[in-house]
Each structure stands twice: as structure tokens, then as C-alpha cells.
């Protein structure tokens, strides 16, 4: 009966790795096509990430304006008989059940 060492059966992996290696570092074409490759790509994600991170920081956040008349849309929802529950007065927005968007509702 043979026993296999288990170093044994790692020895085709490595090899291959270690040809890899070798094929890696002696051919300079593919080292030099590698270079142009990275820098090309790197490029264009650099032209891609300022402009879209200026126009971020530049361009208005994404803040809701009114556009209604808070006291109106109260004395709306009143003469209706509707739960004034869902109206935040701190805030003068509407909110659902579920929201927590102040620390005074």
C-alpha cells in the first residue's frame, strides 16, 4: 500500500503557477500591453468619476420645495374630518405612519 503525501498533489498547481510566473516576466510585450491597458482604463474612469462628482456637488441636493400652503391644507383637512395626526407642525410636511423624520413628532 502506497501513502501519498499531501504535498504531492499540490505540485501540478504549482507548477503551473510558477510557468505562468516564468511566461509573465519573460515575455515584454504582454508587461507593456498590461501597462498601456491599466493606464487607458484608468483614464477613462478618471474622466468618468470628476465630472460626475463635480455636477454632485454642484447641483442642488434634492430638496423638496412647498408647494402648498401649510395653515390651507389644516383647515382642509378639518372641515373633511380628517386625522391631522399625519402632519408634522414642526416640519409642515406630510408624513405617513411609519416615518420618523424629526425629533419633535
Known sequence: MVHRHAGNLYQPRAYLFYYQLDVF?????FLIMTH???AYSSALCFMV???SFIMSVTLVPGYL???YDFIE???EL???QVDIDLL????EAIK???SFHCLFC
Open 25 to 29: 516576466f519573460k515575455e515584454p510585450t
Open 78 to 80: 378639518m372641515d373633511n
Open 73 to 75: 391644507l389644516v383647515t
Open 65 to 67: 420645495e412647498k408647494k
Open 36 to 38: 498601456y491597458v491599466l
Open 49 to 51: 468619476v470628476i465630472p
Open 96 to 98: 405617513s405612519q411609519t
Open 88 to 91: 408634522c407642525t414642526y416640519c
